[in-house]
Antibody
Framework: EVQLLESGGGLVQPGGSLRLSCAAS????????MNWVRQAPGKGLEWVSG????????YYADSVKGRFTISRDNSKKTMYLQMNSLRVEDTAVYYC??????????????WGQGTLVTVSS | SYVLTQPPSVSVAPGKTARITCGGN??????VHWYRQTAGRAPVLVMF???DRPSGIPERFSGSNSGNTATLTISRVEAGDEADYYC???????????FGTGTKVTVL
């Protein structure tokens, strides 16, 4: 059974940093691209970032490029999102999600339960 | 940047058919995926590659995509189908994953 478990969320002041983790199990982690998707309170889904199975190719939404860094450790079956220079508008539930197909562009077939990041003074 | 537009809400009586549209420039040339989300829960994939259903999704769910509009159709709607539904594509011109604005389906 595929499981994705996010951790690392919490309350942080504007300008601060936070690192999210996504621990995966139930599939060959290194074979699949992974993504981060966020949802601000009462709002829709917003794609944040994605990376290939090897971690060699990364993609970022314009809203986070230059501030967030996505990475993965395939030996630990874990993906990360390092978030720096956080802004109030980064407040959201952050979901990690597994890409379903062989391409990094494919659908997201499994999602974690999400971790809440609150940026506030 | 590529924009996907969905109606904010769709209301449907039990047993009837709900059609949720997703509009985008020449969306018919892209693969469209659909997700369902209930309050406080993570999204769940309900349709991929325009019209393929993941295991566990009832045959009542179907999808189509042509021209500038993709459509998720829910036949014989049940109370349990109440949720927010999002369409999604990959925009190759920007290398961005794009979600639609979301549609809240209400079962009357």
């Amino acid at each position: 059974e595929v499981q994705l478990l996010e951790s690392g969320g919490g309350l942080v002041q504007p300008g601060g940093s936070l690192r999210l983790s996504c621990a995966a199990s139930g599939f060959t982690f290194s074979s699949y691209a992974m993504n981060w998707v966020r949802q601000a309170p009462g709002k829709g889904l917003e794609w944040v970032s994605g990376l290939s199975g090897s971690g060699g190719t990364t993609y970022y939404a314009d809203s986070v490029k230059g501030r967030f860094t996505i990475s993965r450790d395939n030996s630990k079956k874990t993906m990360y999102l390092q978030m720096n220079s956080l802004r109030v508008e980064d407040t959201a539930v952050y979901y990690c999600a597994k890409v379903g197909g062989n391409s990094g562009y494919d659908h997201l077939d499994y999602w974690g339960q999400g971790t809440l990041v609150t940026v506030s003074s | 940047s590529y924009v996907l537009t969905q109606p904010p809400s769709v209301s449907v009586a039990p047993g009837k058919t709900a059609r949720i549209t997703c509009g985008g420039n020449n969306i018919g040339s892209k693969s469209v995926h659909w997700y369902r989300q209930t309050a406080g829960r993570a999204p769940v994939l309900v349709m991929f590659y325009d019209g393929d259903r993941p295991s566990g999704i009832p045959e009542r769910f179907s999808g189509s995509n042509s021209g500038n509009t993709a459509t998720l159709t829910i036949s014989r709607v049940e109370a349990g189908d109440e949720a927010d539904y999002y369409c999604q594509v990959w925009d190759s011109s920007s290398d961005h994953r794009v979600f639609g604005t979301g549609t809240k389906v209400t079962v009357l």
